[in-house]
């Protein structure tokens, strides 16, 4: 998910004042002197435009030359903005003039998106051109996301095959564990050492603003997936009343999205940002289907398999679009998804405990050991053993918010251990 967020907030020009002045309409940024200065003024930098700054021009390392600076000048969108306000591009020759300019675009750009009226339908037409890619129509008198809730309501159903747990007093322990649960959303970061300002907006929305590319989910293969249109999170689990921070390899700092927004906006499915994970994802549900794109995608010589990379144009479209339609089946509510687990759960601890108390102890100690870490929840053992493997579903599940997710929403975290 790096590269997934972007946060932006008014230019601190007392940082800026001394860099050398840059002539001209262009001029290269990343190769220019005040480049170093501009790297220094970010390095304990702590507001939020330190942070956004770090990550449109420096992707967060201080030595790497980056040319979205250069990129987003010369953008059409830019050039609009700047002519909308009467200004000329050759009345602006300093770097401070330039940074100061491309501050107040992208700041009017993100702060359209604060508003849920705009999301509202916005966030409609996101759902809809996904559920069609994944397999799925919501009926013509229902919105996406209803469609969405009763599409999730089924697949629950069908997965637990209408099991449902029945309560007894050697549960009684096992129950206020797992009662005691709950699911939500976390997007790390390298950078994000403090709260954002701006909503996190969705990848193909930073493209619409200037930045063809930035993202690593704008590859030729993902847009074609329809991918980009969301917010992307890892889906965390711990007890209710613990504050929730996740670890991983993209950093120990980010936000965790308000529970009920997070319930109500969001969605559940399989962890797919490769055509591997496609084939993953599908396999238990479609395994004709995968095994086609696997033997598309994938070369098997002497017992060794290689992927074949994607270029700049999307190979295998027939095979791709065919597991993409299988993943409806995968699709749930935050809500759903939450019951899935929790039912599950207790179903397979019930036996457990009829069978062998002292697995069943073991059992309880682990999961509750691993909540102490506020983990991913495809990273608890017991749920991966109790719950996605005896389903027979995929262990990677992301959750998804379409289009954006104004910054009121979303709560900083740091890990300090």
Not at 208 to 235: C, Q, R, W
Not at 308 to 315: A, D, L
């Amino acid at each position: 998910m790096l590269n997934r967020i972007i946060v932006f907030a008014v230019v601190s020009m007392l940082a800026l004042v001394d860099f050398a002045a840059e002539a001209g309409a262009c001029f290269d940024f990343s190769n220019s002197l005040s480049y170093k200065k501009f790297q220094d003024s970010l390095k304990t930098g702590k507001k939020p435009l330190d942070q956004v700054l770090e990550l449109l021009f420096l992707n967060g390392k201080q030595d790497r030359n980056n040319p979205n600076f250069d990129i987003l000048w010369e953008s059409e969108q830019l050039n609009s903005f700047i002519e909308n306000r009467n200004l000329r591009r050759s009345d602006l020759n300093t770097l401070p003039e330039k940074v100061k300019i491309v501050a107040d675009y992208v700041e009017s750009y993100l702060l359209k998106y604060r508003s849920e009226e705009l999301l509202i339908s916005l966030r409609d037409s996101a759902w809809r051109k996904i559920l069609n890619i994944h397999g799925f129509q919501p009926r013509v008198n229902e919105t996406a996301r209803q469609g969405l809730e009763r599409l999730s309501y089924e697949n629950k159903k069908r997965i637990l095959q209408q099991s449902e747990y029945i309560s007894t007093p050697s549960m009684l322990k096992a129950e206020k564990l797992v009662n005691s649960l709950e699911l939500f959303l976390a997007h790390n970061s390298h950078i994000m050492k403090e709260a954002p300002g701006y909503p996190i907006i969705a990848p193909k929305l930073i493209e619409e603003m200037g930045l063809p590319n930035f993202s690593a989910t704008s590859k030729p293969f993902n847009k074609f997936i329809g991918s980009t249109d969301h917010v992307y999170f890892f889906i965390g689990i711990k007890k209710k009343e613990a504050s929730a921070t996740v670890k991983s390899e993209y950093g120990d700092f980010g936000v965790v999205v308000d529970h009920d927004y997070a319930f109500k906006q969001a969605w559940v499915s399989p962890f797919v940002m490769y055509v591997d994970e496609l084939i993953e994802a599908t396999k238990q549900i479609a395994p004709n289907i995968s095994q086609n794109l696997f033997d598309k995608k994938v070369t098997v010589i002497s017992g060794f398999q290689t992927m074949k990379p994607e270029g700049n144009i999307v190979e295998d479209k027939p095979e791709i679009l065919a597991a993409m339609g299988q993943l409806h089946k995968l699709d749930f509510t935050l809500s759903d998804f939450e019951n899935i687990i929790k039912t599950q759960l207790l179903i397979k601890l019930t036996e457990i405990q009829r069978q062998s108390p002292e697995e069943f102890d073991a059992l309880l100690a682990s999961l509750e050991n691993s909540l102490g870490k506020s983990p991913r929840v495809d990273r608890v053992p017991v749920i991966s053993e109790l719950v996605f493997k005896p389903l027979n579903i995929p262990l990677k599940y992301e959750g998804r918010i379409p289009v954006a997710v104004p910054d009121n929403q979303l709560i900083h975290f740091k890990n300090t251990d």
